[in-house]
Each structure stands twice: as C-alpha cells, then as structure tokens.
C-alpha cells in the first residue's frame, strides 16, 4: 500500500465511522419508549407461582416492564420493543381479566407448555437476561398448581344426554372448509383424554394422513392430508376409573395444502362447536391463533396427536 | 481440537437422543377396523389405559339403547392401549401401545343368543353362564353407550 492509498483508505474509514455514529445517535434519539399503561386487573395466583411469572414473563406480558439499560440502546431496543408489544397483545398478567375465565385457564395450560417446550421466555431474551430463565423446579411448580386449578368433569351419562337441535344446512368455516360426516368412516389415529380441560378426544385420519405416518413422510405431510379431532366433555370417572365421554363440545379439522394455506405452515384450520356445528371464527385470521399454538407440534409437522414413539 | 469435536458431537448427540419432543411416527398402534364403526372411547388414570370400543351396523345401533337383550350378528371390538402423557402437550394423555384386543359376537343359538368372547385370539364359547372372568368383561363391554357425534 502507498502512502495515497493509505490516505485514502483512512478518509473512508473515518466517513464510514461518521456514518455508523451519526445513525446510531439518529437510532437512539428515535429509540422506541416503552411505556407502563396502568395495571388494571392483575392476575393473582399462589405467591410461589406468581414470583416466577414475575421474573421471568411480567418484562414482555404485564404493563411493568422493567427494562436493563442495554435493552434502551438501539438496535437491540427497536427489537425489545417489538416483542413487549407483540406479547402484551397475546395476553397481558397485569390486564388477566380482560379474558373470560375459561380462556384464563386455557391460557395458563399454553403457559406452562411454552416453558416446557423451552420457547418462553424468548431465548433470545434470557440469553442477555439468565436471571429470567425458568429452572425445572420451577416448572414443576408451575405444573403442580395448573393441575390442581383444572379438576373438570360434565354431568350425565352420554345414552341420556338429550339431543340438540342439528344442524340444517352444512355447516362452513370462514376460510371455505366445510364441515362433512366421512371422517366416521375413517381410521382413528390416536385417542386422547385431557385432565387439562376436562375432555376426551377421538383423532381420525384420511387415508394419506395414515399413509404418510405409515411411511414416515410427515416433515411435511403431503397435500390432501386431512385430520379431524372429535372432541367430547368427559363425565366423572365410575366406580372403577373409567373416565367416559358426557356431551359433545366440537369438532377440528385440519386440511393439508401447502400452496392454499402457505400463511398457516400448509395447514387449512376449521372447527365447529356444539351439535349444531357452529363454525368458530369471524375472519380467516382465526387460524393464525391455532397455528401459533401448533408450532409446539413443529417436530410432527404441526400435529400433536399421532401414535409417537422416541426418535432413539 | 480433534478431540474436542468428538467431544462436542458426543454432547450433541446425548442431547438429542434425551430430547423427548423427537419423534418418530408408531403407525403399528392403529387398529385397521374393518368396516367396523367407533362406538364409544373411555381412558382410566388408575389402570393407565384408554380405549375405543368398536361395533359393527347391528352392535352400534343397539349401543344407543338401554337394554339387556342382544341380537344375534352383533360384533364388538374393545381395543385397549397403554396411557401416556403426550409427549408434545403437559396436560394430555394420549394412547401409546396396543394392550389387548378384545371381541364380543352375539349368534344364534338352539336356546337363545350365544355370546363369544375372545382377547387377542383365545376365544372361548359361552352360552348363558359364561366362564366368570369373561362374564365380567362381556357385560362391560355390553354396558358401553354410544357416544354422541354430530
């Protein structure tokens, strides 16, 4: 390099260092504020539950967000930023009951499986934020106490349920899947009862959906797939244990097609509540919400109930 | 450095064999049901078994009703599984290995219906005092009512 050269290169090595300092104090002075809106409603559990929600969750899911000054400094902030205002829109502890009480408890359960799964808190989060991590005692606790809250069981026994009103027309969800009777003729995948949310559950597939688990080609699972979940409120168990199913509560159907459900991982989503089959969601985007849970499910291609045994 | 690859993959690879959300597909588990239909399904924390009783045309249109009198050419199929928590979900159970397969007929007899029990292949005739222990589980599994599908 001649001494030119090295004049040169120095004159741009200064205006691109300009360059970086005057966009990180443009980055800064734009930095987004996170603001505390007020606690309205807080969500109360047992002290021991409440302190891990607390230190792990309340910087993203509650209004006192309580930031490290490193999380003020630009870039980092604008992404800090984003996720506060994503996760308070997902469900807010110190905003608990704006949601119905039976969502609260469904919320609780989805709680509880994000740290299991090791998605929350976000990775990215406790990689500069150890403190926030969930330790397996804690999770336990976590566990022990949505357990002892969800003690559910329906009245009656199925023969005397009586029957409602059916429905008149086919019934069609908002995305254009329509509800059909064929599954009954299909081969059950697996079969689930949920001391979560008190129900029992009967999982069909589609010849492909049985092919491609016979064969192992579910990453991803072939186009014309389709998978329905009947899903009945459990009865308290008999003298014996058995824990049998009470009234019918709703049908979900999945519908592979990559193309036509490319927004929801290839999955089409519909479901149907009550024994006239009312379609659930008032616009499409009600399958952003189904496939948001589901990505617990990503290893199996987005579905939880199949026959699974250990990869090794 | 070589070593400390080895040991690096060793650690990946101990890891990923303990990762309880890898899985693999057990299509073995599915019972191929034969033109039968789903009667009913029931699970049990005590015992850790759940179940799907299956019925062909005649066994599941009686299965809604309460009576005692079985008609000759019903066939019910009981499958039971292991119980266990879904891997993927806290809070679900789910059915891991076929247990038993258990089969009920109803024919026609000189005196009546003769009722035929069998689990996984050793069937035994009984008609009228079954042998005590299939008694049992014959009565159970006539007891079983249809679950409500829309």
Not at chain 1, 235 to 241: E, F, L, S
Not at chain 2, 81 to 105: A, C, H, M, Y
Request: aromatic letters at 10%; a neutral charge; one cysteine or more.
């Amino acid at each position: 390099m001649n001494a030119l050269e090295k004049h040169r290169y120095r004159n741009a090595a200064a205006i691109l260092a300009g360059i970086l300092f005057t966009s990180f104090v443009v980055l800064q002075a734009n930095s987004p504020q996170i603001g505390n809106p007020p606690v309205t409603s807080e969500f109360h559990g047992p002290e021991e539950v409440t302190r891990i929600l607390k230190r792990s969750c309340y910087d993203c899911h509650s209004n006192e967000t309580n930031l490290r000054w490193y999380d003020k400094v630009a870039p980092f902030s604008y992404k800090v930023a984003a996720d506060v205002e994503e996760a308070r829109k997902r469900f807010n502890f110190s905003e608990w009951d704006s949601i119905p009480k039976a969502d609260q408890e469904g919320k609780l359960w989805y709680i509880v499986n994000m740290i299991d799964a090791g998605r929350m808190p976000l990775p990215e989060y406790t990689a500069t934020h150890p403190s926030a991590r969930v330790t397996p005692e804690e999770l336990a606790i976590l566990k022990n106490y949505v357990t002892g809250i969800s003690q559910h069981y329906a009245a009656g026994d199925t023969a005397r349920i009586a029957e409602k009103a059916r429905a008149a027309s086919v019934p069609k969800s908002i995305n254009g899947i329509a509800y059909f009777d064929d599954y009954k003729n299909w081969k059950v995948i697996s079969t689930t009862g949920r001391p979560d949310n008190g129900t029992s559950r009967i999982i069909y597939g589609n010849d492909i959906a049985v092919k491609a688990l016979e064969e192992n080609k579910i990453l991803p699972w072939p186009d014309g797939a389709v998978v329905v979940k009947v899903v009945w409120n459990s009865q308290a168990p008999d003298a014996w244990g058995n824990v049998k199913p009470g009234n019918f509560n709703n049908i979900q159907i999945m519908v592979r097609d990559a193309k036509k459900f490319a927004g929801t991982e290839g999955w089409g989503f519909a479901r149907f509540n009550g024994l006239d089959l009312k379609p659930y969601g008032k616009t499409v985007s009600f399958a952003t919400s189904c496939i948001n849970c589901h990505q617990l499910a990503k290893g199996t291609g987005f579905v939880f109930d199949i026959p699974t045994r250990p990869q090794h | 450095m070589k070593s400390l690859i080895t040991f690096i993959l060793a650690i990946l690879a101990l890891t990923a064999c303990h990762d309880p959300r890898e899985l693999t597909p057990a299509p073995e588990t599915i019972f191929t049901e034969n033109g039968l239909h789903v009667i009913t399904s029931f699970h049990n924390n005590l015992t850790r078994t759940i179940s799907v009783l299956y019925g062909n045309d005649d066994a599941l249109a009686n299965a809604g009703k309460e009576r005692d009198a079985h008609t000759p050419g019903e066939v019910l199929k009981l499958i039971t599984w292991d119980l266990k928590q879904n891997p993927l979900w806290f809070g679900s159970n789910i059915n891991g290995r076929v247990q038993s397969v258990e089969t009920v007929t109803v024919s026609a007899g000189p005196s009546g219906p003769v009722i035929g029990y069998a689990k996984d292949g050793n069937s035994q005739k009984a008609s009228g005092n079954a042998v005590s222990g299939n008694a049992e589980r014959i009565s159970f599994i006539f007891a079983q009512r249809a679950s409500v599908f829309p």
